[in-house]
C-alpha cells in the first residue's frame, strides 16, 4: 500500500487530510513538527511527503533541502499559507514537486498526490544527453565526443545540473544550493573552480559565462 507522510503542526488540517488521504485507500502518518518529519522520511518508508513549510523546530524547507543533498527521492508537495511567488520558486527550486497553496480544497490535493505518485513511480533516464555529451548516471562517467571521462563526486553533480538544464542559465547561488547544499553566500569561488574543472574534460566552449547570470550549456 501507499504510505504517505504529513508534515503538519496545525491539527485540524492534518486531521482533515489524513481523513481524506485515508478514504483514498492510502496508508498515513503524521509528523507535528519538523524533526519528526524529517526523521521519518529519511526512512524511506513512505512515497510521498505532504509538507508544511511553517513547522516547529525545523522549517519545511529546511527539511527539503535536506532530503534533497541526501538525494532522497520521496515525492514533495509543499503545502503552505505562505504562496508569495518567491516562496513557491523557493520550494520548487529546492526540490518539491509541487506546491499548493492553503487554503486548498482536498479533491485539488488528491488529484496532485495522484499525479506526483505516478511521476516518482516512472523510471527515469539513466541517461543524459546533450550535442555530443553523454553523462551516465549509474557509471557516473561522462562520454565526450564518443570518449568516456571519469568524474569526480562533485563534478558529476555539476555536470548532471548542467546536462539536466541544457540552454538555461544556472545561477551561482542555485549551483551553490543543488550542488553544495549551501543556500547562502559563503563568498567561496568553488562554483567557479569546479566549472574550470569541467571544462577541462569536456571542453571549454560548451559551458558559456553569461556575464552577471551565471553559466549555461551551450
Request: charged fraction near 30%.
Given at each position: ?53 511553517g ?6 524547507f ?24 518567491a ?9 518539491a ?5 492553503k ?19 516512472t ?8 550535442r ?17 571521462q ?31 547544499g ?37
Open positions: 500500500m501507499t504510505r504517505i507522510l504529513i508534515a503538519e503542526d496545525e491539527e485540524r488540517i492534518s486531521s482533515f487530510v489524513e481523513k481524506g488521504l485515508r478514504a483514498a485507500g492510502y496508508s498515513v502518518a503524521v509528523a507535528s513538527d519538523g524533526d519528526a518529519a524529517l526523521a521519518q522520511a529519511q526512512t524511506g518508508d513512505f512515497d510521498l511527503l505532504i509538507l508544511d513549510v513547522l516547529p523546530l525545523r522549517d519545511g529546511d527539511i527539503l533541502q535536506t532530503l534533497r543533498v541526501q538525494a532522497n527521492p520521496i515525492a514533495v508537495i509543499v503545502l503552505s499559507a505562505r504562496d508569495s511567488a516562496d513557491t520558486l523557493r520550494g520548487l527550486e529546492g526540490g514537486n509541487d506546491y499548493m497553496p487554503p486548498f480544497r482536498l479533491d485539488e490535493l488528491l488529484a496532485r498526490v495522484r499525479l506526483r505518485l505516478t511521476d516518482a513511480h523510471e527515469p533516464p539513466s541517461i543524459l544527453s546533450s555530443g555529451l553523454e553523462l551516465d548516471l549509474k557509471t557516473r562517467r561522462i562520454i565526450v565526443d564518443g570518449v568516456a571519469d568524474l569526480s563526486a562533485r563534478e558529476f553533480e555539476l555536470a548532471q545540473e548542467f546536462l539536466g538544464h541544457p540552454e538555461q542559465v544556472l545561477s551561482r547561488e542555485q549551483l551553490l544550493s543543488r550542488v553544495w549551501l543556500n547562502f553566500d559563503t563568498k567561496t569561488n568553488v562554483v567557479e573552480v569546479y566549472v574550470r574543472y569541467l571544462r577541462t574534460k569536456i571542453g571549454p566552449e560548451r559551458i558559456e559565462t553569461v556575464r552577471g547570470m551565471g553559466y549555461r550549456l551551450r
